[in-house]
């Protein structure tokens, strides 16, 4: 019998725990990593070394594999439509990645099959900012370039027209939307195969800090069960307008009106789908590689009551290993997920899971854990 080659884009932690998801199918991955010690790169045994962006490079790496996928969404969107030209099954495709490359063509789109979002519109300079501003209820305005932004880059949040420059040095279109007065940030996360099957997971709640997801709730504590729902309806209806195959991400505000709105979508494996490794039946990575593949999905639904996920961030303390004494002694049941990669101030680095019957008891050993583990929590 021979087992499918699977040929992954990118060779960060997204790559790395896909394909740890892949092992036990007996599916045999093949990366295009940026360098060798690329998170994936450390632990995929066929790494090729290149650059995403060349053409060539891409379809020398295609040959031998049985379908594309990703762990980002920066391949460019004319060089997917050639390896689709030349034979190569990419999932999810170009037509239905862009949405994800490009935030502009994003909001087009969701507006047209009338998924609500938040007041927007393209803008050409500082004083079109101050123009969609005043259209509204003036500022602050959130500014977006319309491709590359992720983590909080990209994005800034502007209160006049001085302030509204920096966006357009970078050469890109910028995208202006209002600034949401939310309750909270919560994702909907969903799985969808070639022949249209697909699964939601539970919402999830997203702590941001710094612009970056710092803690993850599953499922969402307090939401209402039709406002989750028709989020997860929602979730499962842009994947099929959009011809989604894989793991798709839809992050979301929960407004105080009590309206959930569309903020970003991701089409691959996301932070907010982390908790799924320890605390779902299937995990999101495990639920990408069987879409891919058109397998038949997993069972996505919760093990515990609740899981918490909170991510490892780089501190002063680069030597986390250590730290493991401490944490797995005090909390049997955590779960530790370490990326290899080099610790820098403010990195993401690895995750922590928790879970449990008890929210408050979940979260406090999924915090302490993760800070123990940066430094930050001595004892």
Same mark, same amino acid.
């Given at each position: 019998?021979?087992?499918?080659?699977?040929?992954?884009?990118?060779?960060?932690?997204?790559?790395?725990?896909?394909?740890?998801?892949?092992?036990?199918?007996?599916?045999?991955?093949?990366?295009?990593?940026?360098? !060798?010690?690329?998170? =994936?790169?450390?632990?995929?045994?066929?790494?090729?070394?290149?650059?995403?962006?060349?053409? +060539?490079?891409?379809?020398?790496?295609? #040959?031998?594999?049985?379908?594309?996928?990703?762990?980002?969404?920066?391949?460019?969107?004319?060089?997917?439509?050639?390896? *689709?030209?030349?034979?190569?099954?990419?999932?999810?495709?170009?037509?239905?990645?862009?949405?994800?490359?490009?935030?502009?063509?994003?909001?087009?789109?969701?507006?047209?099959?009338?998924?609500?979002? !938040?007041?927007?519109?393209?803008?050409?300079?500082?004083?079109?900012?101050?123009?969609?501003?005043? *259209?509204?209820?003036?500022?602050?305005?959130?500014?977006?370039?319309? #491709?590359?932004?992720?983590?909080?880059?990209?994005?800034?949040?502007?209160?006049?027209?001085?302030?509204?420059?920096?966006?357009?040095?970078?050469?890109? !279109?910028?995208?202006?939307?209002?600034?949401?007065?939310?309750?909270?940030?919560?994702?909907?996360?969903?799985?969808?195969?070639?022949?249209?099957?697909?699964?939601?997971?539970?919402?999830?709640?997203?702590?941001?800090?710094?612009?970056?997801?710092?803690?993850?709730?599953?499922?969402?504590?307090?939401?209402?069960?039709?406002?989750? &729902?028709?989020? +997860? *309806?929602?979730?499962?209806?842009?994947?099929?307008?959009?011809?989604?195959?894989?793991?798709?991400?839809? +992050?979301?505000?929960?407004?105080?009106?009590g309206r959930i709105?569309?903020?970003?979508? =991701?089409?691959?494996?996301?932070?907010?789908?982390?908790?799924?490794?320890?605390?779902?039946?299937?995990?999101?990575?495990?639920?990408?590689?069987?879409?891919?593949?058109d397998l038949p999905?997993?069972?996505?639904?919760?093990?515990? *009551?609740?899981?918490?996920?909170?991510?490892?961030?780089?501190?002063?303390?680069?030597?986390?290993?250590?730290?493991?004494?401490?944490?797995?002694?005090?909390?049997?049941?955590?779960?530790?997920?370490?990326?290899?990669?080099?610790?820098?101030?403010?990195?993401?680095?690895?995750?922590?899971?928790?879970?449990?019957?008890? &929210?408050?008891?979940?979260?406090?050993?999924?915090?302490?854990?993760?800070?123990?583990?940066?430094?930050?929590?001595t004892e």
């Amino acid at each position: 019998m021979t087992f499918p080659v699977v040929g992954m884009v990118g060779g960060g932690q997204l790559a790395r725990m896909t394909h740890e998801a892949g092992i036990p199918l007996g599916i045999r991955f093949k990366l295009l990593s940026d360098t !060798p010690q690329d998170s =994936a790169a450390q632990v995929v045994s066929d790494v090729v070394v290149g650059d995403y962006r060349d053409l +060539e490079t891409l379809r020398a790496f295609a #040959r031998g594999c049985d379908v594309i996928t990703f762990d980002h969404e920066h391949v460019p969107t004319e060089h997917l439509r050639a390896l *689709e030209a030349d034979g190569i099954p990419v999932r999810p495709g170009p037509d239905a990645l862009v949405h994800a490359q490009d935030k502009g063509v994003m909001r087009a789109k969701l507006d047209a099959i009338g998924v609500p979002c !938040p007041r927007h519109r393209i803008v050409s300079d500082p004083q079109d900012v101050v123009a969609f501003a005043a *259209e509204g209820d003036g500022f602050p305005v959130v500014l977006k370039t319309v #491709r590359g932004g992720y983590d909080g880059k990209g994005v800034w949040v502007v209160d006049s027209v001085e302030e509204a420059a920096d966006p357009f040095k970078a050469g890109v !279109p910028v995208l202006a939307e209002e600034k949401v007065d939310f309750l909270r940030e919560l994702a909907a996360n969903v799985v969808r195969s070639p022949h249209g099957q697909a699964v939601a997971y539970p919402v999830v709640e997203s702590r941001q800090v710094n612009g970056v997801c710092d803690t993850v709730i599953a499922p969402a504590p307090g939401l209402d069960q039709g406002l989750a &729902l028709r989020a +997860e *309806e929602m979730a499962l209806n842009i994947a099929k307008e959009l011809g989604v195959v894989g793991h798709l991400a839809v +992050e979301l505000f929960q407004t105080r009106d009590g309206r959930i709105l569309v903020n970003e979508l =991701a089409m691959r494996p996301h932070n907010s789908g982390h908790w799924s490794m320890d605390g779902a039946v299937t995990s999101q990575f495990a639920n990408h590689v069987r879409a891919v593949l058109d397998l038949p999905l997993g069972d996505p639904r919760p093990r515990a *009551e609740w899981t918490v996920m909170v991510n490892v961030l780089g501190g002063d303390y680069p030597d986390m290993y250590s730290a493991y004494l401490h944490c797995m002694a005090r909390d049997p049941q955590l779960k530790i997920h370490m990326y290899g990669k080099d610790v820098k101030p403010g990195r993401k680095v690895g995750h922590v899971n928790t879970y449990g019957d008890d &929210l408050d008891d979940v979260l406090e050993r999924a915090r302490h854990a993760a800070g123990y583990l940066r430094g930050t929590i001595t004892e």
